[in-house]
């Protein structure tokens, strides 16, 4: 149960922001809630009807391909239908802004619905991969793809839900393979699944950038998932400000830092000093 606790005040952390010259933003799955994209442990989240472990791991595709392709062709067909809203292009507002000047805003994201790159954001990096990238699982080329559906065998795919009748037993040789002449093999999502570990090379940059930031805005996120639920903390320690933009406050902010209560799309634009008319 969340301690409720008053929302910050929005001059005071106006200020320091004004005075902030490395800002990191942190996304989780709420940063997307107001475009329609359901998030993963609220409400309609992806994950209620059944476990993140039944789906998002290289166990379940190994054991059922054609269950785990049908779970992230639906998110693909949902995100494909979705725009970012005023919380993703509040980030690509202020990364313009900036463009020129001795400051700079980063943005380090768990999401893979790609909606920060379709607000314009270009520093933008995708710690557990992309909805619209796939990999072979043989030659581990990697595809940008954003077939729509990814298969005719996919074609509107229902999201899947408990009673597996609804999970249409694609044939292997129907589900995506690489195109790669000589190999042909299975391709799946380009994405990091549970137990497996993320890009080392990314997980690099993150760290650089959250050495370096002298401010870490939290949006959205339950701060659950690691290596992610650690860079808070990890940013708090060093006395740098940590604000938290949420419905209810995580371990990012229960302690201390900054918390904004609401939904970011509303509450992110107020805090930046960003005019929504602007958007
Ligand atoms: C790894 C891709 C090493 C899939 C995802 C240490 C301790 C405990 C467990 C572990 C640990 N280390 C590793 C683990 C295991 C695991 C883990 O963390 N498990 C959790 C469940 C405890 N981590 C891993 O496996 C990671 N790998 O550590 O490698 C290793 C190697 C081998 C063996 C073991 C370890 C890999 C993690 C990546 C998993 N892949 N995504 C896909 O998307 O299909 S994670 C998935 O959860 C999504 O990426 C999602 O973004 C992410 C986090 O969820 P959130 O983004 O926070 O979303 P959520 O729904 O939870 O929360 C939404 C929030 O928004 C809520 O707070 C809500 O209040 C708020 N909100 C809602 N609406 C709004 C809003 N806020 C503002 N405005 C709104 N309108
Ligand atoms: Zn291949």
């Not at 805003?105 to 954001?121: C, F, K, Y």
């Not at 190999?183 to 497996?196: D, G, M, S, T, Y």
Request: hydrophobic fraction near 35%.
């Amino acid at each position: 149960m969340s301690q409720h606790r008053r929302s910050s005040d929005f001059t005071k952390f106006r200020e320091l922001f004004e005075n902030s010259k490395r800002i990191v933003a942190l996304t989780g799955a709420g940063v997307s809630a107001e475009c329609g994209v359901p998030t993963f442990r609220g409400p309609g989240g992806f994950w209620r009807a059944y476990q993140a472990t039944s789906l998002a791991t290289p166990q379940a595709f190994a054991a059922d391909p054609s269950l785990v392709w049908q779970f992230y062709e639906y998110r693909r067909q949902l995100v494909a239908t979705k725009l970012p809203n005023n919380a993703h292009k509040t980030l690509a507002y202020i990364e313009r802004q900036f463009e020129g000047s001795d400051r700079k805003l980063s943005i380090v994201t768990q999401n893979v619905d790609e909606l920060h790159r379709r607000a314009g954001s270009k520093n933008v990096l995708e710690i557990h991969g992309r909805l619209f990238q796939i990999r072979c699982t043989k030659c581990h080329t990697v595809e940008d793809n954003t077939d729509n559906p990814i298969v005719p065998a996919l074609a509107n795919v229902s999201p899947i839900d408990n009673d597996e009748t609804k999970n249409k037993k694609i044939k292997i040789e129907d589900l995506p393979h690489c195109k790669v002449p000589s190999c042909k093999a299975l391709q799946r999502p380009h994405i990091v699944w549970f137990n497996e570990s993320l890009d080392p090379q990314v997980l690099e940059e993150a760290d650089r950038l959250l050495s370096e930031c002298d401010m870490l805005l939290v949006i959205g996120t339950s701060s659950i998932v690691y290596p992610a639920a650690m860079f808070a903390p990890q940013v708090a320690a060093r006395g740098v400000t940590v604000a938290e933009f949420n419905l209810e406050p995580t371990s990012a902010s229960r302690t201390n830092g900054y918390f904004f209560e609401g939904p970011c799309g509303q509450t992110l634009p107020r805090a930046l000093g960003v005019d929504e008319n602007k958007l």
